[in-house]
T-cell receptor, first 112, second 114 residues
């Protein structure tokens, strides 16, 4: 059973702070990693994808991948109340099936 | 472009009733997926279709059937609904090509089985 684990939260940070979201995965052959944001009652929307070890930055968001440690994280700098949502980590399985396995999500609240 | 659309948005069924959830995408994507999301459990894959004419089981296929009607449409059928199938159902699509792993989600169908 391929597993994706996220810190269960909820996580609260003050406005302007850095929010750090973490995710570990069990399938060592995984090659594609995604962070989705899901507002309450809405569908998941892609924030970041990362495929290589290291950091990938997009505006206030930075994804970090360490395949040796089977660890992927998302940093949100200068957090805003509009960032309050559930963040889902998703990992694409190795092989040809190209299935995504999702973590259970971390609920983030940014306090004004 | 509408992206991924799903109908209906809400549905209430009685145990034993059947229904079909519809999904369509206008992004010319090859691959389509059906997920269910339950509180505290993230999204779980029910069925997927890597390309037109093919379908495969995901993590939780029992009690469901799917049809890839054409490249645009992928439907999910509950033949005899059970309370355990109360959930939010999301359809997604991706290009399915190398480097096209990103999945785009529809707005969801909220299903209650009494």
């Amino acid at each position: 059973q391929k597993e994706v684990e996220q810190n269960s939260g909820p996580l609260s940070v003050p406005e302007g702070a850095i929010a750090s979201l973490n995710c570990t995965y069990s399938d060592r052959g995984s090659q594609s990693f995604f962070w989705y944001r899901q507002y309450s009652g809405k569908s998941p929307e892609l924030i970041m994808s990362i495929y290589s070890n290291g950091d990938k930055e997009d505006g206030r968001f930075t994804a970090q991948l360490n395949k040796a440690s089977q660890y992927v994280s998302l940093l949100i700098r200068d957090s805003q109340p509009s960032d309050s949502a559930t963040y889902l980590c998703a990992v694409m399985s190795s092989g040809s099936a190209r299935q995504l396995t999702f973590g259970s999500g971390t609920q983030l609240t940014v306090l004004p | 472009n509408a992206g991924v659309t799903q109908t209906p948005k809400f549905q209430v069924l009685k145990t034993g009733q059947s229904m079909t959830l519809q999904c369509a995408q206008d992004m010319n994507h090859n691959s389509m997926y059906w997920y269910r999301q339950d509180p505290g459990m993230g999204l779980r894959l029910i069925y997927y279709s890597a390309s037109e004419g093919t379908t495969d089981k995901g993590e939780v296929p029992n009690g469901y059937n799917v049809s890839r009607l054409n490249k645009r449409e992928f439907s999910l059928r509950l033949e005899s609904a059970a309370p355990s199938q109360t959930s939010v159902y999301f359809c997604a699509s991706s290009s399915g090509l190398a480097g096209g792993d990103t999945q785009y989600f529809g707005p969801g169908t909220r299903l209650t089985v009494l």
